[in-house]
């Protein structure tokens, strides 16, 4: 119990409920919030940040990892909210929704199920003409990306510790942001023509495939990986850590107040 008690990060609390707010806030409509959607991505870097240090405490402490424990705590953490949200969009778009609207819903309700929201929203954001204010489900899509990085990011850390790797954990990790945010620019523009031709045609809106898809959403799981491999907690932070504090909550409100629906980045 003081092992948990001990691993609970209470300013991470704080900081996923300035996340919430900026985004709540942003599909409010409120002024002076149009970059709030960036709450999405603090959300991101907080789970690269909390997953690794988990991963890797417990491989420092076992030699190994428990994946059927850390699935299971994930499922019994996740599942009940998916569930229960996905039980009243149905009962609800069934009393107020067309047959075809219901079907799609239904859809929809299936990718956020099997953890492919992402991927489901993105083949579909170029064929669709439809209001997210009408898709019940977009909000999932992000759950789905997590889900996905839970999959990948366990096997990779494993693999580099059982191969003696365990110094160069920061570099692998700094290594994979950097790949990220290449395919970030190589991709902005749509799919390049070296790669258009095996990829579906949507893969042609740059914008949509930036931020549906895991590898071009990588390196905010890897920044938060870097803080958690690189940090050191202290329960007396001094005026570098207080620095550190007001400049990161500087930097989300500049991006809350100054980005817009529009931009690319």
């Not at 076992?62 to 019994?76: D, K, L, Q, S, V």
């Not at 990948?152 to 942001?177: C, Q, T, Y």
Request: hydrophobic share 55%; with cysteine; proline share 4%.
């Amino acid at each position: 119990m003081a092992d948990k008690k001990n691993r609970y990060l209470p300013h991470v609390d704080g900081l996923r409920a300035v996340a919430v707010l900026v985004v709540l806030l942003f599909h409010l409509g409120t002024p002076g919030f149009a970059g709030g959607y960036v709450g999405v991505d603090v959300f991101l870097v907080i789970s690269g940040f909390l997953i690794t240090r988990l991963i890797v405490a417990e491989m420092a402490q076992t030699g190994g990892f428990r994946f059927g424990h850390f699935y299971m705590r994930r499922i019994r953490r996740l599942a009940p909210a998916l569930f229960a949200t996905a039980a009243a969009t149905l009962v609800v778009s069934a009393l107020l929704h067309s047959p075809s609207m219901l079907a799609r819903t239904g859809r929809e309700l299936e990718a956020a199920i099997l953890s492919v929201s992402n991927i489901h929203f993105w083949l579909e954001s170029d064929y669709f003409d439809v209001s997210a204010t009408t898709r019940p489900m977009l909000h999932t899509w992000s759950l789905s990306l997590e889900e996905q990085f839970y999959l990948i990011w366990p096997v990779m850390l494993l693999l580099l510790w059982r191969a003696g790797l365990r110094a160069s954990l920061r570099w692998a990790v700094l290594s994979l942001a950097v790949l990220s945010m290449l395919c970030n620019v190589w991709f902005a523009e749509g799919a390049p023509d070296s790669v258009s031709s095996w990829l579906p045609d949507v893969a042609s809106d740059g914008k949509s495939t930036l931020f549906y898809m895991l590898p071009f959403r990588v390196f905010e799981f890897a920044v938060g990986g870097m803080l958690a491999l690189c940090a050191t907690v202290t329960t007396q932070p001094g005026r570098l850590a207080n620095a550190g504090l007001v400049a990161g909550i500087a930097l989300i409100a500049a991006a809350t107040v100054f980005y817009d629906e529009g931009m690319l980045f």
